[in-house]
């Protein structure tokens, strides 16, 4: 369950991409928000978003926001609303672009979260469209989309890290993080 802070955190990611682009097609923030994502989950064992990241056809989307960005009946209502706000949407011929209406609040995120949003958008805003499909379909990605019969198919924190080449020191203090969070919860 994402909490205010998280809501407006990914608000503010999502800001920040389109104030460092000028504004981009909602798929590919989808996948610089993954490979952001993953890369700091390698190098500092945090994730960038508690949002989960699911595997679709066209790879991974990180699921609450999409579900916003894509106007689901059932998303979550104050990150649709915090997004209405921030984020302006093309019309009916180019309604998957978006823009920003102001800048991000860049007080949400930490330094080393600013330097991987950064990296992953030099190398992967302006990719074609099937170049980044096929980049983004990893093995954590292969194993949720492939292996869960029906359903969401909701990839793990462990494996996405794996996918990013974190350590094994790094996995299994991942992995500690995980078990420390689901008996606090």
């Known amino acids: 369950m994402m909490t205010d802070f998280d809501k407006r955190k990914l608000t503010e990611i999502v800001l920040y991409i389109l104030n460092q682009t000028n504004g981009l097609d ?8 993954y490979f952001a994502n993953i890369a700091h989950l390698a190098k500092c064992g945090l994730q960038l978003t508690t949002d989960e990241f699911c595997a679709l056809q066209d790879g991974p989307v990180p699921s609450v926001l999409y579900n916003c960005i894509k106007e689901d009946p059932y998303c979550d209502r104050q990150l649709k609303q915090m997004l209405e706000q921030a984020i302006a949407k093309g019309g009916d011929d180019a309604y998957y672009m978006l823009s920003a209406k102001r800048m991000a609040n860049t007080d949400y995120l930490s330094k080393s979260e600013i330097e991987e949003l950064d990296k992953s ?15 983004s379909h990893g093995n954590e990605w292969g194993r949720a989309f492939y292996t869960t019969p029906s359903g969401r198919k909701t990839m793990g924190v462990v494996g996405m890290a794996k996918d990013a080449q974190a350590t ?14 689901a008996v606090l919860a």
């Open 168 to 181: 094994d020191a790094m996995l299994d203090y991942i992995s500690e993080e995980i078990k420390i969070e």
């Open 121 to 135: 958008i030099k190398e992967n805003a302006y990719l074609p469209y099937n170049i980044l499909k096929n980049k």
């Open 26 to 33: 909602y798929y590919r923030v989808f996948k610089i928000i």
